[in-house]
Each structure stands twice: as C-alpha cells, then as structure tokens.
C-alpha cells in the first residue's frame, strides 16, 4: 500500500441498509485517484476525541474496499458495516456528519492477482461485499464465476452492478450455509482460484474444506478474516498483529 496519506472530508453519509452506512470522502488530494481503483482497499485514519492522527504508526485505522471513485473529482464510495461489531470504525461510522475530517491513506492492491483463471470461486459478506463487487466486474467475462455473500436479511442485499449471478446467502447460520454451498460446487478439471474474505472462523473451516475434500491446492486460495465472532475490531486487531498468519 501507499504510504500517502491524505486529508479528506465527509462529502455525504447514508444509511442503505440495516447493516451499512455508506459514506462518501472527497479531498483536493484524490486527484490520481480513478475507477480502476476500484475493488483496491484504503485505510481509512479514524478520528478520535474529534481529531484525527495522521501518523501511521500511532493512529487508529482500518481497511475498506474501495466500492467506487467520481470520474470527477476523485470522490470515494466506502460502505461500513454497523449494527453488527464493535470497534470504533463502526462508532464512527454512525456518527460521521457532512464536513467532518477523516484520513485516507492508499490505495493498496486488491488481494487477486491473477486475472487470466477460467473458473473463479467469490465468498464474502457485508464486511467484504465489495471486494467481491470489484472483482465480479474485473475478472475476464469468459471466467466461470460462482459468488457466496452473506447477508443477515433480505434488505441488505445491494446491487453489485455487475450481470453475473451472484449467490446470497440470507441466514443466521453463515457457517453451515456457506460450508454447504462450497460442498455442492461442481467438481473441475481445472482447481479453481478461490477468494474469500470472511469471518475467521469460517476461512479457517472453508480452507480445511476446500484443500481436503475439494482437492483445491492451498496456492489457489487467497484468503482473509476480516474480522472474528466474539472479538471486538481493535482485539481482532492485536490478535493479527501477534499472529500475521490470521490476516
């Protein structure tokens, strides 16, 4: 990721579904920022007390998926997942009004890096949506696709601006659902390359899944908890930074 960190505002903020606030930052420095960023990731510098710390080192930041960047002036498109975890983006996030600062430093790649796959498997939910957005529009559209998000109810389904189909899975048990759809994929002659950003829990069941019984080599499986059942963001945080190999 770039080590840039620039000053940006709160342009506007909405909540579109129960689980997502979408807040769009504009800055004067978002000027080489275009829609192939698209799908990449920011951190977003948190303020605290009302202040944000510019620095890298000390200051309280997470990532988010880039959902989408005004051809104009460079605007970013974030959704936040609230009403769901803990940590002080989510407070943030529900907070934030028109005009306040925030700190945005990238963006980073996106985690695929090979776009030349025939067959693709996507497993998100709220926290990665659009990590799976980006990439549903940017994968080669003679790619095999099969999509799994999670959503807690039928009314934080967004559009994914994309004609592929996309599976939502709308349950209270995202485990056993998720685990269940991996299990019915169609068998290829080919492994597919599989992207999933999920709760850790379940990459970690998902991985054991798809290399054990699937036969999907560990190397065509880019994997990340985005975050942990039980733990707050900022535990979750700690946990990873002891243990890099959870991120």
């Known amino acids: 990721m770039g080590k840039q960190v620039r000053k940006a505002t ?109 067959h693709y498997v996507l497993l998100g939910d709220l926290t990665s949506v659009n990590a799976i957005k980006g990439y549903m529009q940017q994968l080669p559209a003679s790619a095999k696709i099969d999509a799994f998000v999670h959503a807690p109810t039928e009314q934080d389904i967004i559009d994914l601006q994309t004609q592929r189909d996309v599976n939502w899975l709308i349950t209270d048990t995202p485990d056993t659902d998720m685990l269940s759809a991996l299990n019915n994929l169609p068998h290829t002659n080919e492994p597919p390359i599989v992207f999933m950003a999920l709760e850790a829990g379940l990459v970690r069941k998902a991985k054991t899944l798809l290399t054990q019984d699937c036969n999907i080599p560990r190397s065509n499986i880019v994997s990340s908890g985005y975050w942990k059942k039980g733990v707050d963001s900022e535990g979750y945080k700690k946990e990873r930074q002891q243990s890099p190999e959870l991120a």
């Open 10 to 118: 709160v342009l506007s903020t909405e909540q579109i579904t129960p689980h997502l606030q979408r807040i769009v930052v504009g800055s004067d420095e978002f000027s080489d920022l275009t829609q192939a960023h698209i799908g990449s990731y920011v951190k977003v510098l948190i303020p605290q007390n009302g202040k944000v710390d510019f620095n890298l080192k000390t200051a309280c930041m997470r990532s988010y998926t880039i959902r989408g960047v005004d051809d104009t002036t460079g605007a970013l498109t974030l959704d936040f997942v609230i009403n769901m975890h803990q940590g002080p983006a989510t407070q943030w996030a529900i907070t934030a009004k028109v005009g306040d600062e925030v700190g945005i430093a990238g963006p980073g790649p996106t985690k695929l890096d090979n776009y030349q796959h025939p």
